[in-house]
């Protein structure tokens, strides 16, 4: 897997690109049957899903199959990296390249800290309170309301987030007090539109417990390689037209018409940054056997239980 640094308009570091090679599925998959959805780790569903007739939401079961695409981290290691995103991002990078059971697939990603879901947090709401109100609950069944949020930007746990008693959670609390705690990595999944935890679901609890912002460590498919190319190539025509269309007025009203650099170069730069960026839609793989298959999924997780209800 290739990976690069992305930078901001102004220079500074954003995240990572990941360039995926010889995945052509990959071990955390989502599956579609019209408007049914397995999330499938390695053959094993970890969370079924069916979006409302009306579009207004997900009534989802999760299971308790999903293994996180990290393993478990050291205190050490956490202090060795405390304060260091680009480091961090590089680790989670390793952990996702070297993972059998991750979502990385054929394609270009981003892994970024700058997750919009920090960006929604209301002045004089506490961090606890926007979290908790953030997490979509419910096991193993429950359902995400797309109006809930504006853009349905809820955060589903893939496993149950365990509560302040646990010994877990008890240990990242002296790190979230310390400012050493690991990020918390989400991935951005369309079909669902939301983030799923893959990675720091006791991370998450210590933050909310301590009432702090926890760091968060954003994935989601980019651009793809000939999409770039070609987005470049229209940008770049883009700021040519520009300045050909300065270049007239300037010969028709005088050197005083500026040459258009100053508004036509901004936009450039803008366009091909936002290309490395832009969030494109989870890729999805049709279910084999279709929505029937899905419904003997379904009755094999739920133990023959009536789901969804109503």
Known sequence: MQRSDVTREDGTWLGLSLEAEGRREPGLCVFTAGRRLVIAQQSRPVLLALVDRHLQGVDFWRTDEYRSVAPPLRADTARA??????????????????????????????????????????????HAAYWEEMLVEGHPDGYLDWHLHSCGWEVLALRPVPDAADSRVKAYRKQARDGTLPPVLLWWVSGLDCHVILDGHARLAAAVA????????????????????????????????????????????????????????????????????????????PLPGGEEAWQRVAEGVTGGRSWPRG
């Open 81 to 126: 990296l405390a304060g260091s995103p680009v480091r961090w991002a590089r680790r989670f990078a390793e952990y996702l390249g070297e993972a059998a059971g991750g979502p990385l697939h054929d394609g270009r990603w981003l892994l970024s800290f700058e997750s919009p879901l920090l960006r929604w947090r209301h002045a004089g709401t506490s």
């Open 210 to 285: 301590e009432d702090i912002e926890p760091p968060l460590l954003h994935l989601h498919r980019t651009t793809p390689r000939d999409d770039l190319d070609a987005g470049t190539a229209e940008a770049v025509a883009l700021y040519e037209d520009e300045l050909a269309r300065f270049a007239r007025l300037r010969e028709t009203h005088g050197p005083t018409v500026p040459d258009g650099t100053a508004t036509a170069g901004p936009q450039l730069a803008r366009r091909l940054h936002d290309l490395t960026v832009w969030e494109q839609p989870t890729w999805a793989w």
